[in-house]
């Protein structure tokens, strides 16, 4: 699929999901909320940042208050254990009350840690829902980290001192001289 | 003027021909030399990424030459009254903040000293990353910013403190709670006062603005609210250092 037919689809990708209003007295009483997301791929090297935004849109015709979304990583390989911590340090949204038929934009920020693919995804939930409800997954695909070549480092990390060494010691004969 | 260019270039002299400023660039050198050398080859530090590492070694010589510079300025007038030469600096027919100023100058030379040893290392590391235009300009003028706000601390603590290790106590203390925000837990750095603290404090907030700028590449204009703490305390403490300075008086000190 080429990129900008990834983009519109991105672009429509929703997921209808039903969260408990905060201040529903009866745990029963669900209303229906929309998740989009700006993008559903990206590409980033090792160390990078790549941030997207989150649209939650709330369908029903009541307000929804209480609101938290969360962001959370998957490795798509075995051998690539994900600690979402050093991913994003601010992993949890607490939402301002959503009118009816309004939505409200999240901004997430992620440290590309390892390298492989993820897949990354934010659920909202509610203090009263019974269940939560996850938007549109996205994929990362994180690049190998480049090397320093420590071998190329060595004649700066030798020469710098020394030249600064040959001048105290020139500066230092000097003055003996003067004397 | 004429006579704060004689009296900064008499410290000057005593600096770099006859003091501490080469043996002080030397050690700089090596911390830098080191700390290049374990970025580019430690299989752990390795593990930052390239941009990481310009930040990294950045941040390093821009603390490490600050402190060398406190440790010069915070010598500066206690030094001279513990080892009994201040009189005679005091008959140097020029106003006394003068003096003070001439003093601050002669210190501020290390750190322009130590940025130049650290170009070499910055390029180095920054090769094909894009970094480094701005790293270096970014990298000299946050730079200037905190050393000026930490030479002039360390020459108003030297002027008012009767004894040397005093005054280098106390510009230690504050150095370390000037590098305290730095250290907190990336939690207790979210809401407002943690973030009125991290603005204030002019080490945090411009070793910020850096990493923002080298690491994740934003623009530098985007950051420059970070950049009035340190902008407003270091010409504050300048302001203050000349008004301590002017005040300067021949209090007896101990002899070491």
């Given amino acids: 699929m080429s990129r900008p037919a990834r983009a519109v689809l991105a672009g429509l990708a929703v997921t209808v999901v039903t969260v408990a209003p905060a201040r529903a007295e009866t745990p029963g009483a669900l209303q229906p909320v929309e998740i989009s997301q700006d993008t559903t791929t990206t590409r980033a090297d090792i160390g990078a940042q790549f941030t997207f935004t989150t649209t939650v849109r709330n369908a029903g015709d009541q307000p929804l208050s209480g609101l938290v979304a969360h962001l959370n990583i998957v490795s798509l390989h075995a051998d690539v254990t994900v600690d979402p911590e050093d991913w994003s340090t601010h992993r949890t949204q607490y939402l301002a009350a959503v009118p009816p038929h309004a939505s409200t934009r999240l901004s997430w920020s992620v440290h590309a840690v390892n390298d492989g693919r993820f897949v990354v995804y934010v659920a909202v939930t509610t203090a009263a829902a019974d269940t939560l409800t996850a938007g549109p997954a996205l994929h990362a695909v994180v690049s190998p980290q480049r090397h320093l070549d420590a071998g190329g480092v060595l004649p700066v990390a030798v020469a710098v001192p020394a030249v600064v060494l040959v001048l105290l010691i020139a500066v230092r004969r000097r003055r003996r001289r003067m004397i | ?256």
């Fill in chain 2, 1 to 256: 003027m004429t006579r704060l260019r004689v009296v900064a270039a008499q410290e000057l002299r005593d600096l770099w021909l006859t003091g501490r400023g080469l043996p002080l660039i030397l050690a700089y050198a090596v911390l830098l030399s080191v700390t290049s050398y374990l970025v580019a080859s430690n299989r752990a530090l390795n593990f930052l990424e390239q941009r990481e590492a310009v930040g990294l070694t950045l941040q390093v010589g821009v603390g490490v030459a600050a402190l060398l510079v406190l440790v010069v300025a915070a010598d500066a007038i206690s030094g001279e009254r513990e080892r009994g030469t201040l009189e005679s600096l005091l008959l140097t027919p020029a106003p006394r903040w003068v003096l003070l100023a001439g003093k601050g100058l002669a210190a501020m030379s290390l750190w322009l000293v130590a940025y130049v040893v650290s170009v070499p290392y910055v390029w180095y590391l920054a090769r094909g990353t894009g970094v480094l235009g701005r790293a270096l300009v970014a990298g000299l003028g946050v730079g200037t910013l905190i050393v000026l706000f930490l030479c002039s601390l360390g020459l108003a603590i030297s002027t008012v403190t009767g004894s040397n290790r005093v005054a280098l106590s106390v510009s230690f203390f504050l150095l370390l709670a000037a590098f305290f925000p730095t250290q907190l837990p990336t939690a207790a750095q979210s809401g407002g006062v943690a973030d009125v603290l991290l603005r204030v404090d002019p080490v945090t907030a411009g070793l910020h603005y850096l990493s923002e700028l080298v690491v994740r590449g934003r623009p530098a204009g985007e950051d420059l609210g970070w950049l009035v703490g340190p902008i407003v305390l270091a010409v504050a403490a300048a302001a203050a250092a000349c008004t301590v300075g002017a005040r300067m008086s021949l209090r007896p000190g101990r002899r070491a």
